[in-house]
């Protein structure tokens, strides 16, 4: 072994590796605070990705068309194989992702609020993976450069197949908005109620946040949450334009000087009554993950059952 | 002033008041790393790991996990404890001897002007 190098070297390299827009990789020093806003960071990603099955989830058995149901169940599948992704990013951390499980089941670590709002029809379906995914792209197209290389490859995924749930979102709801009065209504109906919580997902103001400070200066948040959610209102108000829908704000308007929309103020209560736990769907979303996990318990226990008794088989050949 | 931020990808999420891990027992089924040959031509790539009772199901995990697109034509995963890796802390003296011996590299030489085939 060589000897052990003093830590404030350390935390100089590390932070160099950082500065130089290198990646810093599993095994490598890494100060306490870093790899815990990582794992922290990723777990609630991945939560969120789990969670968000669900709303969609919910209307697989009842899509209009059988090129709908394929479409969304490609989705909710991909769904689930983002938290796999970030899950396994967590790991590299040395974290238990059964522990992350577990946090998320007694509520000791979030998901996105947006998910504890209620799909009412099926033009909810395509709102969120125009506006709700449009949000998310926003968010995770940085993370595919933050400085921790798991992380970051896990993203890279995650980004080029939420391009398509984003896409097919827009076409499925391009469908309603040019079908009949009634269609048009749902969508506008979707519309209404997806807007402002899809702006709530990029957080308050964070321009006087410590946390995010410090994350930007290790090179995992790369932009604020006010200049992501101005690129998302910038992309997406031409994309209504475009489908002859209204975007529910009065204070909307474009600002030639600045070259970007001006919007009107969000309703920050609500966010915050949702992130506590008392949204809509909260209490459902979780008491179905908590069941889902609890009743597929057999599911694990039969399949390590298998494995444990074939591998004595292997033992007694091989003696 | 937030403790909010949109690190959640899908949203916004607490940054603080928020448990990263509380050093649990370790209780999962084995990791196994899973390596795609995205074609025939080109070596297996590792893409990520899973969790997985047995090699068998470790396989048919990373097919739906890792090719739901057919980004592979053939697929290893191996037992993450089965790896043997080289120490980030010795990177530096481990891979010394090759540092000091540009004479490996074609550009180490000097081609005379107008020379081909060199």
């Not at chain 1, 979707?190 to 946390?211: C, I, K, Q």
């Amino acid at each position: 072994m060589t000897t052990a190098t003093a830590a404030p070297q350390l935390e100089q390299d590390f932070q160099a590796c950082i500065d130089a827009d290198g990646r810093i990789e599993p095994r490598d020093w890494m100060p306490e605070g870093y790899r815990k806003t990582l794992i922290r960071q990723i777990a609630q990603h991945a939560h969120s990705e789990i969670i968000g099955m669900q709303p969609e989830g919910n209307w697989i058995t009842r899509a209009p068309s059988l090129r709908r149901k394929s479409i969304l169940v490609a989705k909710v599948q991909d769904e689930a194989g983002h938290g796999l992704y970030l899950y396994s990013a967590a790991e590299t951390l040395g974290v238990d992702r059964e522990e992350l499980l577990d946090l998320l089941h007694v509520g000791r670590q979030k998901y996105s609020t947006i998910f504890n709002y209620p799909t009412t029809s099926w033009a909810d379906v395509a709102a969120i993976g125009w506006l709700v995914d449009g949000a998310a792209i926003m968010n995770q197209v940085p993370l595919t450069r933050c400085s921790y290389g798991p992380y970051a490859r896990a993203m890279i995924r995650v980004c080029k197949e939420e391009s398509f749930h984003q896409r097919q979102g827009f076409e499925a709801m391009t469908v309603l908005a040019n079908g009949t009065p009634a269609q048009r209504q749902m969508a506008q109906d979707a519309v209404d109620r997806w807007w402002w919580p899809s702006l709530m997902m990029f957080g308050p103001s964070d321009t006087e946040s410590p946390n995010s400070a410090q994350s930007m200066a290790w090179g995992i948040k790369r932009f604020s949450n006010d200049e992501l959610r101005q690129r998302f209102v910038d992309a997406t108000v031409p994309q209504a334009e475009h489908l002859g829908l209204t975007i529910p704000d009065p204070d909307l308007s474009w600002d030639d000087e600045t070259g970007h929309y001006v919007f009107g103020e969000i309703d920050w209560t609500e966010f915050f009554t949702v992130m506590k736990g008392d949204g809509p769907c909260n209490r459902e979303r979780l008491a179905h993950r908590v069941a889902a996990h609890d009743e597929g318990a057999w599911v694990r226990e039969a399949a390590q059952a298998y494995a444990e008794k074939h591998a004595s088989r292997s033992i007694a050949v091989a003696a | 002033m937030s403790d909010y931020s949109a690190e959640g990808g899908h949203g916004a999420i607490p940054t603080s008041g928020v448990p990263s891990d509380e050093g649990g027992s370790k209780r999962s089924q084995p990791l196994w790393e899973v390596f795609v040959r995205s074609r025939r031509g080109l070596s297996h790539t590792h893409v990520g790991s899973l969790h997985a009772p047995d090699a068998h199901m470790a396989l048919r995990n990373a097919r739906d996990l890792y090719t739901r697109r057919q980004e592979g034509v053939s697929l290893w995963v191996v037992a993450a404890t089965d790896i043997v890796a080289s120490s980030p802390d010795e990177k530096d003296a481990f891979f010394d001897p090759a540092g000091d011996k540009p004479y490996r590299h074609p550009t180490f030489y000097d081609v005379p002007e107008g020379l081909t085939h060199l």
